[in-house]
């Protein structure tokens, strides 16, 4: 069991075929964030969507916590979810941080990582204040904190407002104190070895309008053979504002890689009838 956090996470699980894909999100959602992205590869993956501990349904985490803890309970997921198949890996913002971890410690279970509203800072100021805010505020903070991870033009639509709602309305089961802790095992600095012992496939989905679009090309540079795609007008969470543009980027990724398995549709109109 992982140190440091009080229980095994919580998952949802969408696919019943295929390898297994397993989504990490951000501060301050959780796996539904990715509503989009489990629904729409669960046509060819095993799609796992973990909540963070302090979020969703998953347990508490108590001071010490590191994000080597947070890795090794996302692999425990893993573990019962499907055994030791190799995964790929998809991290958003402080997910990237966890995925890169997970990819680390077990190398020859990770097929792919796919890193999104990240960048490389070797000083990681913005976590000092996100610990005041959740220190002073509490999970209530967690509304305000959705609308900062979006573009200004996603901020004003209805469903950047639907999301921030869906987030926050699950608010009984998280939990401030953790999410500092959480914070605060964000913000120790990263070693070189994070970046430099990805030997998957890797990419990064940035958005142009993400105040992480261009550490994003810093932290392209740290991982051998990283490739980087940049959706232009999107914020922070650009698989939540433009999905069709996220998907495809990784879709090409994945079938560079051939890690996507021949299309389901394609496969049965081939068939001999």
């Given at each position: 069991?992982?140190?440091?956090?009080?229980?095994?996470?919580n998952?949802?699980?969408?696919?019943?075929?295929?390898?297994?894909?397993?989504?990490v999100?951000?501060?301050?959602?959780?796996?539904?964030?990715?509503?989009?992205?489990?629904?729409?590869?669960?046509?060819?993956?095993r799609?796992?969507?973990?909540?963070?501990?302090?979020?969703?349904?998953?347990?508490?985490?108590?001071?010490?916590?590191?994000?080597?803890?947070?890795?090794?309970?996302?692999w425990?997921?893993?573990?019962?979810?499907?055994?030791?198949?190799?995964?790929?890996?998809v991290?958003?913002?402080?997910?990237?941080?966890?995925?890169?971890?997970?990819?680390?410690?077990?190398?020859?279970?990770?097929?792919?990582?796919?890193?999104?509203?990240?960048?490389?800072?070797?000083?990681?100021e913005?976590?000092?204040?996100?610990?005041?805010?959740?220190?002073?505020?509490?999970?209530?903070?967690?509304?305000?904190?959705?609308?900062?991870?979006?573009?200004?033009?996603?901020?004003?639509?209805?469903?950047?407002?639907?999301?921030?709602?869906?987030?926050?309305?699950?608010?009984?089961?998280?939990?401030?104190?953790?999410?500092?802790?959480?914070?605060?095992?964000?913000?120790v600095?990263?070693?070189?070895?994070?970046?430099?012992?990805?030997?998957?496939?890797?990419?990064?989905?940035?958005?142009?309008?993400?105040?992480?679009?261009q550490?994003?090309?810093?932290?392209?540079a740290?991982?051998?053979?990283?490739?980087?795609?940049?959706?232009?007008?999107?914020?922070?969470?650009c698989?939540?504002?433009?999905?069709?543009?996220?998907?495809?980027?990784?879709?090409?990724?994945?079938?560079?890689?051939?890690?996507?398995?021949?299309?389901?549709?394609?496969?049965?109109?081939?068939?001999?009838?």
């Open positions: 069991m992982a140190e440091h956090i009080n229980g095994p996470l998952y949802e699980r969408l696919g019943k075929q295929g390898r297994p894909m397993v989504f999100h951000p501060n301050p959602m959780d796996h539904s964030c990715w509503v989009y992205q489990m629904a729409h590869f669960s046509t060819w993956f799609t796992i969507g973990i909540d963070l501990p302090g979020y969703g349904r998953s347990p508490t985490a108590s001071p010490g916590l590191t994000m080597q803890d947070v890795a090794q309970a996302c425990e997921v893993v573990d019962e979810a499907v055994g030791d198949e190799p995964c790929i890996l991290g958003l913002s402080v997910g990237v941080s966890v995925v890169l971890h997970m990819a680390n410690q077990r190398p020859a279970q990770t097929l792919a990582v796919i890193m999104t509203g990240s960048g490389y800072q070797p000083v990681k913005f976590t000092v204040k996100r610990i005041q805010q959740y220190g002073e505020q509490g999970v209530a903070f967690r509304y305000q904190h959705a609308f900062e991870d979006y573009s200004p033009a996603f901020r004003e639509t209805p469903l950047a407002k639907y999301f921030a709602e869906l987030f926050t309305e699950r608010n009984q089961w998280a939990d401030a104190p953790t999410i500092v802790e959480q914070f605060r095992a964000l913000g600095p990263d070693p070189d070895w994070l970046f430099a012992g990805i030997q998957a496939p890797s990419l990064i989905i940035t958005g142009s309008e993400d105040n992480s679009h550490p994003a090309f810093a932290l392209q740290r991982i051998p053979g990283c490739e980087l795609v940049t959706i232009h007008g999107a914020g922070h969470a698989n939540m504002e433009r999905p069709w543009e996220w998907d495809a980027a990784a879709l090409r990724f994945l079938r560079a890689h051939s890690l996507l398995a021949p299309d389901p549709a394609a496969t049965a109109s081939a068939a001999p009838s």
